[in-house]
Each structure stands twice: as C-alpha cells, then as structure tokens.
C-alpha cells in the first residue's frame, strides 16, 4: 500500500507528539495479507451492513471473547478508507466484522475517530486468561480450506456447482464455526484417510 504522507514530515511528528513510539514503531507493507500475517484473529470495520454479509457481524465483547481464546491472542483490525470503506476483497481476509453504531442520521465516523473508538472500547474490556484449548489460526484454517476443496474436487463434486463460487461459502462456513487446533488435526486425518481410500480404489480398478 501507498502511503499519501511522509512519515518524517514535521507536522506529523507535531500532531503526533505524543505518539512517538507508535509512530516509529510504523511500518509500511505492499499488500493487506502480509499485514495481517501474525494474527489469530482479522476483523474488518464496516459503517454498511451490506459489506459484512459474507462473514460474521460481531460486537466489541464478543471479539474480545474470540480473540481472547485463540493462541496468542493475536487481534489484527482492517479499517478503510473514509470515502469507500473496505472492498470485499479486503474483506475476503476477514473472519469477522465489526461496525460501530452511530448516533442520529450520520452514516460513519470519521476514520481517525473509528479507529479510536474502536481501540478505547476493546481496551475497556477485562483480561482474561489464555486459552488452554486455543481456536485454530487463520493459517490452520486456510489450509483445511484448501484441503477440503481438493477432496470435493477429486470426488468430482464440481460437476454442477463452480469451484469458485463454492469456495466462499465454505470460507464463511470455517469462519463461524469456532474450531479448535485440535479439531483441524482431527479433520486433516480425515481427508488423508479419504486420500488413501480414493487412491486404493483406484488402484484396485486398474485393468
């Protein structure tokens, strides 16, 4: 991504004077997936409902309490811009979405507000302990994903419904369902027993 501003121009270090450590702690990345590398849990912000119908809508709590029993209670947070918000590709690497509710007939926040907002609210809630049993990763998650379509796809589940529009929808399925690591070892056995099945019956075919 491009920035629209130098990071040593001196009338950001003048407004950010008191954010010293935060703005040299900044750091600047080509795409939205490397900049989410890391976290257990993405959600991205929406002042539309229309743009979060793909994944789940949840409040601050909510996040808080889903964030808090993955494994390093890792959360990244997606804002837009002002003008367009998040496109639904960037929203395709959220697992889930948070919009903030806003007084009378305005439609948004502005972003430097939002993003407070949003940060003051999640601090507000109470720590709590770290997950003995943690949910699966974004990383663990992607790879069943892709396991999962590979299996259909060999099975020949294909024929009628496109692998492309499929996809989504098994994406948002993993993403509501709260898996724990545990479960994805336990699902990855499964698909390689499959594997060897569908293998050995093939060989058994053979002429």
């Known amino acids: 991504m491009e920035l629209k501003f130098d990071l040593e121009d001196k009338a950001l270090r003048q407004y950010a004077l008191h954010a010293h450590k935060q703005r040299d702690g900044l750091q600047v990345v080509s795409n939205l997936q490397t900049a989410c590398e890391g976290a257990d849990f993405i959600v991205g912000t929406s002042a539309d409902l229309r743009n979060c119908e ?25 804002f837009g811009n002002e003008a367009a918000g998040l496109s639904n590709e960037e929203l395709s690497f959220c697992q889930a979405c948070l919009q903030l509710e806003m007084p009378g007939e305005f439609k948004s926040f502005n972003l430097s507000h939002a993003v407070a907002i949003t940060l003051y609210l999640l601090r507000q809630e109470p720590d709590l302990p770290p997950a003995t049993d943690p949910l699966a990763t974004p990383a663990e998650l ?58 050995a019956a093939k060989t058994e075919t053979k002429p």
């Open 54 to 78: 793909s994944i789940p809508r949840l409040s601050v709590p909510d996040i808080h309490q889903r964030v808090s029993k993955t494994h390093s209670q890792s959360l990244a947070l997606v």
């Open 142 to 199: 992607a790879h069943l994903h892709a396991i999962w379509l590979d299996a259909l796809d060999k099975q020949e589940y294909f024929q009628r419904l496109h692998k492309s529009r499929f996809a989504p929808k098994l994406q948002r399925l993993l993403d509501r369902i709260e898996l724990r690591s545990r479960d994805i070892k336990g699902l990855y056995g499964m698909f390689r027993h499959f594997a060897r099945h569908d293998m």
